[in-house]
């Protein structure tokens, strides 16, 4: 799914909500590219807990995924101002799954509440289809609260296509699999481990495809990866703080020093230049420049994230503006980016209760 640039293309945002906290299911939105505003279309309570969202390989069809006890997937394609369902969600094979991406004709699915990943056919028409390749995840961390056992938060396919790639906050480390393009089936080859207690949630690739960036949830560190694609490794070369307080502007309901740092999303700029992190309890989006060299990530400011509890950023297709879902006070809110710093300016809001991630259509 890209930016639409045909003449009298309608340019579309879908962007995903917890329906047990009161969100709508799948908001569907209109873009006007030349302000960054949205305008609301429509919405689809077809999935429950819609918290996550991807983009599938055929035009206008989408991914979501339903962060329930039972854990599921759905299928949905634009038409007209709004989403249809594709079939009815089917079982990802594991508990509370968060996150999923798109590797060939697999859509993969990390299972946060189980622990493990899990593999569902695409079809030739976009839908999904059963019954789940699941491989379960063991172990735990220092945090017997948050780390009692396995959680596997993010998944990722690397940008060579070899390798998955998951994120697991329960057991501080990130593994590396083989996914059988013909069976689904997920065989383990590596596991990288992280500093003891971090809890790393999620993974972004640099786009020379040999760095990698692991935003870790239960501290508030950046941990720098080399990514060997050619032997499916994964090493770590440094961790640098995220400074979360806001360099001016409004400061979050309680001082800085008072609450706790989550961090939750990240973004690399296209261009590797920048990157930025949302982080919740503080409720700041963090910039970091790569003049210094994609392994040299170096802080350069923090903003307020225009809302509270900011569970996922997302840039725009043109590369201008970065998008926050911020659950707790139920709303996507845009930044302008300056393109010299990286600096984002909050430019609107649009009301979504219970926002979890913006998807570009």
Known sequence: MGDRTAAGAEHLVHIGSFTSSGGRGITTAALDPATGALTELSTTGALADPSYLVAGAREGVLYAVSESDEGAAGAFIAEGRGLRALGAPVPVGGAGPTHLDVAGPWLLTAHYTSGGLGALAITGDGSLAGPPRVLHHHGSGPNPERQEG??????RADPSGRWVLSVDLG???????????????LRPHA??????????RHLAFHPDGEVAYVV???RPLLTVCRWDAG???????????IAVEPDSGPVPAAAPGDVRAYPSAIVVAPDGRFVWVAVRGTDTLVTFSLA???????????VDCGGRWPRDLALDPRHRRLYAANEHSGDVTWFDVDPVTGR????G???VPAATCVLFG
């Open 150 to 155: 396995p959680h596997a938060h993010h998944v």
């Open 191 to 200: 596991e990288t481990v992280l500093t003891a207690g971090n809890g790393p």
């Open 344 to 347: 984002p300016r909050r430019a």
């Open 292 to 302: 210094a060299g994609p392994e040299e990530p170096r802080r350069t400011g923090a």
């Open 171 to 185: 057991t501080d480390c990130v593994r590396v699999s083989a996914l059988d393009g013909r069976t689904g089936t």
């Open 231 to 241: 032997a499916g490794a994964l090493e770590p070369v440094a961790e640098v703080p």
């Open 349 to 351: 809001s649009l009301p």
């Open 216 to 218: 870790n949830e239960l």
